[in-house]
């Protein structure tokens, strides 16, 4: 009978089919709000190092400027005086970008618009490889290799043992894989139309890459400009070991010179008491030099916003 208490009793099948298809919907968006909240963890816990950072450097500061005033700190002479490692920092930041822009934006130009594939499988890895070396072992090199003999005996330049041209030079090899390899992929993403156009108004491959392909990546480059630059103002063994260790403001690369990270390495593995002034120092250079690195990538993003091209 069509009445019958099985028939009578059982969902329907349309309704049964309904259901299943809403609990197999709901596992991928349970599994959809998992990730979400893993990943928002992720860079809440990012900020909250950084906030604990800046946290763990306040209070020594706080002692630090309770003993030492402004103008102490922020002279050119004398014990506390932070102007002639910023000046160190500047220098030996500056010979190094000098080294490693054109020769990683040179090297990512051909590894972009020149190189063959087999070619560019091959180079760009050695390339990055640079990237692996200890830091310590780029500033025996300066000691034991640059100063001595390229600059002493090959181009004949009258340094000392440690100084800031040496320092600068070996900073910015050790960049030049992080401004090649972004600057290559910036270069990479500009469109193959931009290129075919250029080339089909009678443009030569050079006059492409430098007029075409390059002002359209300019963002990129910038960016991978500005990352090298930090990497180059908190680099801490180069300069430790070939920059020098006395503060000295000077314009002259051929001199020693001091810098914000070679000061932070001394003064923390000296013998200074913990809570001394000399010892609290550490920390107030420490901030000025996150707050110069933060001003620095604040510039980068707002000329990458300004100057971004989307494709």
């Known amino acids: 009978m069509s009445d019958s208490p099985s028939a009578a009793s059982g969902p329907p099948s349309g309704a049964g089919l309904t259901r299943a298809s809403m609990n197999l919907a709901r596992k991928p968006r349970r599994l959809e709000t998992f990730v979400k909240v893993l990943l928002l963890g992720s860079a809440l816990l990012s900020v909250l190092i950084t906030f604990g950072i800046i946290l763990a450097l306040i209070e020594p500061v706080l002692h630090f400027l309770g003993q030492v005033s402004f103008g102490e700190f922020f002279a050119t002479e004398g014990r506390y005086a932070v102007v002639p490692l910023i000046g160190g920092t500047l220098m030996t930041t500056f010979i190094a970008l000098l080294v490693a822009v054109p020769l990683g934006l040179g090297a990512a130009m051909y590894l972009s618009e020149y190189a063959s594939k087999r070619a560019r499988k091959t180079l760009k890895p050695t390339v990055e490889l640079l990237a692996g070396v200890p830091s310590v072992v780029y500033g025996f090199f300066a000691l034991s290799f640059v100063t001595p003999t390229l600059l002493q005996d090959i181009l004949n330049v009258d340094v000392g043992f440690t ?25 990479s993403a500009v469109p193959q139309a931009m290129r075919q156009g250029s080339l089909a108004m009678g443009a030569n491959r050079m006059q492409t890459t430098l007029r075409v392909v390059l002002p359209a990546a300019l963002s990129g480059v910038a960016a991978a400009v500005v990352l090298g630059m930090s990497r180059a103002i908190g680099e801490t063994m180069i300069v430790a070991l070939a920059a020098g260790g006395q503060k000295n403001l000077s314009l002259d690369p051929r001199e020693g010179m001091q810098t914000m990270t070679g000061f932070i390495a001394q003064t923390a593995g000296g013998e200074n008491p913990v809570g001394s002034v000399d010892y609290n120092m550490l920390f107030a250079v420490g901030l000025l030099l996150f707050l110069i690195t933060l001003l620095i990538n604040a510039v980068s993003i707002a000329f990458v916003r300004r100057y971004r091209q989307a494709y």
């Open 163 to 187: 100084n800031a041209l040496a320092a600068g030079l070996v900073l910015g090899v050790m960049i030049i894989p992080t401004i090649a390899s972004l600057s290559e992929d910036a270069l």
